[in-house]
């Protein structure tokens, strides 16, 4: 079988996944969960550096990518309200803020579950007795991968400067954000459908997952840095559609991870036609 055809029989194939398991439909609904947790989970995140003394971070590292790229109104009215948070009590916004995120999430959470079901062809078979439990499970330890992954990526580069050390933490850095971030697709992937696939098969589509959700955020951070103007009143609308676009872009890579998963996991079944069947190069 020649390239042209073993490409076009693998678009195909994924055509055909997306519109049977409805994948864009569930992205849609996942991203619209993801961006609702957004706010709490920036406050809460925000709350959390006050309360460790890290508002350096916000002061050095975060609100300076800000500040270049909005009027200088709208990053006064920024650092006011973060510097409110630092300078007061966090303690009431940080459990606020964290029963906020985790109820949203547990809503992306659930989405998630349709998704991985229709995916794997299983019903639903778990009272919502069941489902809001595991959710809010899920919710909780995807929460804190989470933060823990965008804290670990911010407030490392503090502890050093210059020298060798500068260089092992910068490095050190996103190998644990990686782990933190595989971790939280590994837990969605076993856990989330009411029938949860072998160990062995969610490595494959993780992997992918992580590559894919990394390359894209290089390339959305490109956007936002060198390309697109949030100064103007057009640029000021173009951060929520950017930001839209980011999280529906990560819904999607996730459940195409997901898919890759279960192609695998056909594979090895005998006389089943998955992924390297599709592609013209599995084993004889």
């Known amino acids: 079988m020649s390239v042209a055809a073993r490409l076009k029989r693998f678009v195909k194939l994924w055509v055909d996944l997306f519109a049977r398991h409805d994948l864009l439909n569930h992205a849609s609904s996942i991203a619209f969960a993801v961006l609702k947790a957004l706010v709490p989970l920036t406050l809460l995140g925000l709350a959390l550096l006050g309360a460790v003394g890290e508002r350096r971070v916000w002061q050095e590292t975060i609100f300076p990518s800000i500040q270049s790229h909005v009027q ?19 303690t009431g916004l940080i459990v606020f803020a964290s029963l906020l995120t985790l109820w949203y999430v547990s809503g992306s959470v659930r989405g998630v579950m349709s998704a991985t079901n229709s995916v794997y062809g299983c ?10 439990p595991i959710s809010l499970g899920l919710a909780a330890a995807i929460t804190l991968c989470v933060v823990g992954a965008i804290l670990v990526v911010l407030a490392a580069p503090t502890l050093a400067r210059n020298g060798a050390l500068q260089v092992v933490v910068a490095i050190g850095r996103w190998l644990v954000a990686v782990a933190l971030l595989a971790l939280a697709v590994g837990l969605l992937v076993r856990f989330a459908p009411v029938e949860p696939r072998p160990n062995t098969w969610v490595s494959g589509g993780s992997i992918l997952v992580i590559l ?7 390339i959305f951070q490109l956007l936002v840095t ?23 872009t990560s819904a999607i890579i996730f459940l195409a991870g997901v898919e890759v998963d279960e192609l695998l996991r056909e594979d090895a079944k005998e006389g089943q036609a998955g992924l390297l069947h599709m592609l013209g190069i599995a084993r004889q």
């Not at 894919?212 to 290089?218: E, I, K, N, Q």
């Open 226 to 248: 060198t390309l697109l103007n949030f100064k103007s009143a057009t640029g000021n609308l173009g951060v929520f559609l950017v930001l839209s676009g980011y999280v529906y």
């Open 212 to 218: 894919a959700w990394v390359a894209a955020t290089l």
């Open 72 to 90: 200088p109104a709208t990053a006064h009215a920024i650092n006011v309200a973060v510097e409110k948070i630092f300078s007061t009590n966090s």
């Open 123 to 132: 019903e639903e078979t778990r009272s919502w007795k069941q489902r809001y």
